[in-house]
């Protein structure tokens, strides 16, 4: 929830980024009311840019699985797969994802993008677009793995605060400074999990 907190600042964010603006999600125990007995899996799996060390992946998966694990969600990663960033700029990156097939296992597709030399250099100049998720579907996104720009810096936004960001985009939760509505969602998002796997275990489909 910390890191959630730092992308509070509209005012901040809106003249530095893009990007997203914030998600009101309430207090670690806000957000645990209700989500008691066992948990269910939500399975995301993740592309990884080249350039993005192991270490920074998994400091961003432990983060999403830290923050959603007060709502009865176990994040669990089937499977991490080298790629390289597709194009510069949001509309290019965000547009390679969206074309990949959501194969079995995986609920959620979520790339890990690199930086670069150009992307401080626009940093300077333009607002920046850290994070996105296809909004057909909402089931496949991306944010950015490194920090590369001074915008990033002074707006205390790190890799892990954007990744949780987008989470949230992924399980459907929308911008806005009230909880509720994305505690509803997420809450929904776990029913049709835990159903679809019961119904799964009784026809005894399994992944090709």
């Not at 207090?27 to 993005?52: F, I, N």
């Not at 990949?100 to 100049?125: H, N, S, T, Y």
């Not at 936004?157 to 509505?181: N, R």
């Not at 999990?193 to 489909?205: K, P």
Request: charged content about 20%.
């Amino acid at each position: 929830m910390k890191r959630l907190l730092k992308l509070m600042p509209l005012t901040l964010l809106l003249s530095l980024s893009a990007a997203c603006t914030t998600i009101g999600i309430g207090t670690h125990a806000e957000r645990s009311a209700g989500y008691t007995g066992a948990t269910e899996a939500l399975r995301l799996c993740v592309y990884k840019d080249s350039s993005v060390s192991d270490a920074s992946v998994d400091e961003i998966i432990g983060a999403v699985r830290e923050e959603f694990s007060s709502f009865g969600l176990r994040v669990e990663v089937p499977w991490i797969r080298k790629w390289d960033r597709p194009a510069f700029e949001m509309q290019g990156i965000l547009g390679d994802i969206a074309a990949k097939p959501l194969e079995c296992p995986c609920d959620r597709l979520f790339a890990i993008v690199g930086r670069d030399g150009r992307d401080f250099v626009w940093g300077l100049m333009l607002p920046e677009v850290l994070g996105a998720v296809e909004d057909t579907t909402l089931t496949k996104g991306y944010a950015v793995g490194s920090v590369g720009s001074l915008n990033q810096v002074i707006s205390f936004q790190s890799p892990a605060d954007i990744a949780v960001h987008e989470a949230y985009h992924l399980l459907g939760c929308k911008h806005g400074l009230f909880a509720d509505s994305c505690h509803h969602q997420v809450a929904s998002i776990r029913r049709v999990a835990l159903y679809n796997r019961e119904q799964d275990r009784i026809s005894s489909r399994q992944c090709l």
